[in-house]
C-alpha cells in the first residue's frame, strides 16, 4: 500500500485468495499513507452443477443409437490446435455395431509433450488425409446418433470448430460419461477414464490413443447407462433433471474471478459470500457458487481474473462466440503483464509469445464488443523481484 502510494496511486485494491483478514491492516495502511482501498477477494467461482447432456433432444434411452468418440490433438486449446486422431464406435441396442478411425494431417510438427502422451508420431501423419475430408467422412458416420465421449466439453470444442472451418452447421445431443458417472456413483472420487476401467474392470489398452480410449469409453457407457436406467431414467431429457443438487457445486472445477465491493452494501454481501463459501460450499477450497454471487450482487462489481479465471481460460482453448456468452456475466474484463502469464507458455499450455499476445488481443477487443471496460490489473503478490 505505501508503494502504491509513493507511486502516485489514487487507490489500491486487496484480494486475497478467498479470505479477507488483511481488511483491517488494509484499511490502517490506506489512512497512513493516504491512499484509498478498494476491499475485494481473488474467488473460487464454480457453477451449481455441470450437464450431463449437451443439446439435449426428446428420445428413448432405449431407442438411441449412440457415437462414443474421442479425439487426440495437437494440444488443448481448439482455437490454436487441431485434432490428429478421430476415432468412434457405434452402439445400437447394446453391441458395436460399427467402428471409425481416422488419422488427419496437421500439418506443422508435433511437440515432444504430445508424442509422449499419445504415442503418435509426425511419421504416422505425414500421409494422413486432411482434417475437413476426416470431419465430413465422420459427420455422415454420426447421421442422427447421440455423441458420447469423456470429458465432453473438450472433445465437442474440437470437433465443432473443426466442423465450423469445414462447413457443417450441426450440432449433436452428447453425453458426458465423466458428468453421468457422477451421478450414478455418487461416492466416487475420481471419474478419470483410468479410474473407472478399473472399477468396472474394462480393458484400457493403450491409454491417450483415441481409438483405444472410444473402446474403453463405450463399455464404460453401457454399465453408466444400466445404472442410469435403475434410477428411472429413461429418456435422454431427463438426465440433466438430476444436475446439481446440493452438492452439485462440488462437480464443477473452480475458476478465479475478481470481487470487489463498491458501498457498505457490497461490503456485507462480500462477508455473507465468504461465510458461506467457509461454512456451506467448502469442497478442497472456498467455493462461491455462481447463484449465490448473483444473488448477493448488489454492491459488488466482478472482474474476470487472472489466467486462472474462466474468460482467459476459454480464449485459449475455445471460440470466441463460448468467450463472449461468458464474458457478458462480468462487469469488467482484465488483461495482465506477459510475464504473469509466462508459465503458460513454458508449461506448453500456450505454443508461443505470438498466441499469448493475441489471447491479450481479443480480450480488449472482446471488451469493446460487449462495451466492457477492460483493466490493465498487476496479479501482484510481490513488490521486488527478490521476494
Not at 475485494?40 to 464454480?46: F, M, R, T, Y
Not at 463460448?322 to 504473469?340: G, H, N, Q, T
Request: glycine share 6%; with cysteine; charged share 25%.
Amino acid at each position: 500500500v505505501a508503494q502504491a502510494a509513493k507511486w502516485g496511486h489514487p487507490a489500491v485494491a486487496v484480494t486475497d485468495h478467498a479470505v479477507v483478514q488483511a481488511f483491517p491492516y488494509a484499511y490502517a495502511a490506506g489512512k497512513k499513507n493516504g491512499i484509498k482501498v478498494i476491499y475485494g477477494v481473488e474467488a473460487n467461482l464454480v457453477d451449481d452443477g455441470k450437464p450431463i447432456v449437451y443439446d439435449p433432444i426428446d428420445i428413448d434411452l432405449e431407442e438411441a443409437t449412440y457415437v462414443v468418440f474421442d479425439v487426440e490433438t495437437t494440444g488443448f486449446s481448439n482455437v490454436y490446435d487441431t485434432i490428429i486422431e478421430l476415432a468412434a464406435v457405434k452402439i445400437k441396442n447394446g453391441q458395436v455395431i460399427d467402428t471409425f478411425e481416422r488419422f488427419s494431417n496437421p500439418h506443422r510438427k508435433l511437440t515432444a509433450k504430445i508424442i509422449e502422451l499419445t504415442h503418435i508420431t509426425d511419421d504416422m501423419l505425414v500421409n494422413a488425409p486432411e482434417l475437413n475430408d476426416v470431419i465430413r467422412e465422420f459427420h455422415d458416420f454420426i447421421g442422427d446418433g447421440v455423441v458420447v465421449a469423456h470429458n465432453a466439453a473438450f472433445d465437442l470444442g474440437f470437433l465443432y470448430v473443426a466442423y465450423k472451418n469445414a462447413g457443417i452447421e450441426v450440432r449433436h445431443p452428447g453425453i458426458d460419461t465423466v458428468e453421468l458417472s457422477r451421478l450414478v456413483n455418487p461416492g466416487q472420487k475420481s471419474h478419470s477414464l483410468k479410474t473407472l476401467t478399473k472399477k468396472y474392470n474394462i480393458e484400457l489398452t493403450q491409454h491417450h490413443r483415441a481409438i483405444y480410449d472410444t473402446e474403453a469409453t463405450g463399455e464404460l457407457f453401457l454399465h453408466l447407462l444400466k445404472q442410469s436406467a435403475d434410477l428411472g431414467i429413461k429418456n435422454l431429457i431427463e438426465m440433466n433433471d438430476h444436475v446439481g443438487g446440493e452438492e452439485g457445486y462440488k462437480q464443477a472445477r473452480p475458476s478465479h474471478c475478481t470481487v470487489l465491493a463498491v458501498d457498505d452494501a457490497g461490503l456485507k454481501n462480500l462477508f455473507k459470500l465468504i461465510s458461506i463459501s467457509h461454512t456451506e460450499t467448502f469442497y478442497r477450497v472456498p467455493r462461491i457458487r455462481r447463484s449465490d454471487l448473483q444473488r448477493l450482487r448488489q454492491g459488488l462489481i466482478v472482474g474476470s481474473g487472472c489466467s486462472n479465471g474462466e474468460l482467459f481460460e476459454t480464449m485459449m482453448n475455445k471460440t470466441q462466440e463460448e468467450a463472449e456468452r461468458i464474458a457478458k456475466f462480468y462487469d469488467y474484463l482484465e488483461v495482465m503483464p506477459k510475464p504473469v502469464y509466462s508459465q503458460l507458455v513454458d508449461g506448453g499450455t500456450v505454443h508461443d509469445e505470438w498466441a499469448l499476445e493475441d489471447i491479450i488481443r481479443r480480450i480488449v477487443k472482446l471488451g469493446k464488443k460487449l462495451n466492457l471496460p477492460v483493466v490493465a490489473t498487476g496479479n501482484v503478490h510481490y513488490l521486488h523481484e527478490t521476494d
